[in-house]
Every structure is written in C-alpha cells, then in structure tokens.
C-alpha cells in the first residue's frame, strides 16, 4: 500500500545508453513531480504534471523525457546518459498543483552513470 | 525569482540540547513556508509548515518561526533524539502549488546520545 513507487531503487548503467524511471502514485493525487538530488543533497524541481498534462519544464535537458499515460503514472526517460546525470531521482506526488499542498515522495532512484 | 538560503550546513549537538535551523528567502511576495525532514536513504518528508499570516507555529518538539520584515524564518527542535538525526530543507513558495516550491541546500543534522 505504498502512497508513491517508484522503480528500479538502484540504476547503474554506462554512458550513452537510454534508461527509464517509473513512478506510481495511489493517493488519488492530480498532481505529480521529478525532482533531481544531486550530491550536495540539493533538491531541484525537474517537472511537474497535473492531470497528465506537462505544466512545469525547468530548463532540463531535452535528453529528459517524462510521460504520463494517466494521472497516476510519471516516468522518466533520459536518453544518451552522461556523468553528471549521475544524481537521486526522486518522483513525488499532491494532491493538486494549486495552494500550500504538501507533497508525498517516492523512496528515490539512485542513478549512476559510469 | 526566489532564493532560498539554509544554514548551517551541518549541525551536531547532543541528545536533550535544542537544534535551530535558519532559512532566508528573496522574494518578498512568497507566503508558504514548508519544512521537510530526509532521513539517510529515504524520502523527504513533511514535518511542518507555516504560512505567512502566522508568526509561530508548533508542533509537539518542534516550531516554526517566521519574520517577514526580515523574510527569514527558523526551524526549531527542542529535547534533541538520535532519532531527530537526518537532512532538514526548508522551502519557500507564494503559494503556487509544490512545484514552485524553492529549496534550500538542506542542513544535516546529527544528534549524538
């Protein structure tokens, strides 16, 4: 009964190569995100989905692909990796994209591009 | 845009003392203050917000405090655990939904027993 999962937990893959992220969500929520965690431990929006729709894109490489097939799903696609996409990948999920909502994460993807 | 700036960094501080956490942000028209706890390996978790309107808010061992003449606002933890121990961020939006939520570079903290 996990509110937001996401999978693989773990990734590691070589350059050049094309991975995918999924992420569920069973709260019911409109609103879905992926966040990037970098080394630092810095947390940064990547984008963010209401009702399936695209309604943020922050400057992110178009390498970065995200799909949503319905409100309950967001994956993430990254083609053509490259070291610095190496980071915590962290999809998340409230309950509408308006107002102080609080938002629910998943458990992060740990992706190492070697 | 916002900015949001977190400090200290990295804070240690024995069981029983009280942890303080500092955030200032840029933009004066931002009204939502969210404080979310990371402990090691796992998802970021709210623990406590406060919205502009309030100048206090507490919740059991742990406040919130905002000035917005100041535009910064503080994380406090009173009677420190082991089990306080994680990476705190602070957050700061004008009230525009999750995703236009700033971070701040986040504050590990480590209570030793």
């Known amino acids: 009964d996990t509110a937001v999962s996401q999978t693989p937990k773990y990734l590691v893959t070589q350059m050049g190569n094309d991975k995918s992220i999924k992420c569920e969500q069973n709260l019911g929520h409109d609103t879905m995100y992926w966040y990037k965690q970098d080394s630092k431990k810095f947390l940064k929006i990547m984008f963010s989905?209401?009702?399936?729709?695209?309604?943020i894109n922050e400057t992110v490489p178009n390498r970065f692909s995200p799909k949503s097939p319905d409100k309950a799903h967001l994956n993430l696609h990254i083609n053509s990796l490259e070291l610095g996409d190496s980071a915590v990948y962290f999809c998340?999920?409230?309950?509408?994209?308006?107002?102080?909502?609080?938002?629910?994460f998943g458990q992060g993807t740990r992706l190492t591009v070697v | 845009g916002e900015n949001v700036e977190q400090h200290p960094s990295t804070l240690s501080v024995q069981e029983g003392d009280s942890a303080v956490i500092k955030c200032t942000y840029s933009d004066s028209a931002s009204n939502y203050f969210p404080w979310y706890k990371q402990e090691l390996g796992k998802r970021p978790q709210l623990i406590i917000d406060?919205?502009?309107?309030?100048g206090e808010k507490k919740d059991q061992r742990i406040a919130v405090t905002l000035n917005k003449t100041a535009k910064h606002f503080s994380l406090h933890i009173t009677e420190t655990q082991p089990e306080d121990s994680a990476v705190y961020f602070c957050a700061a939006s004008r009230d525009l939904g999750f995703q236009k939520l700033v971070f701040g570079t986040g504050t590990r903290l480590l209570v030793s027993p």
């Open positions: 998340a999920s409230s309950r509408t994209w308006t107002g102080p909502v609080e938002a629910f």
């Open positions: 406060i919205r502009s309107n309030v």
């Open positions: 989905y209401n009702n399936k729709e695209l309604i």
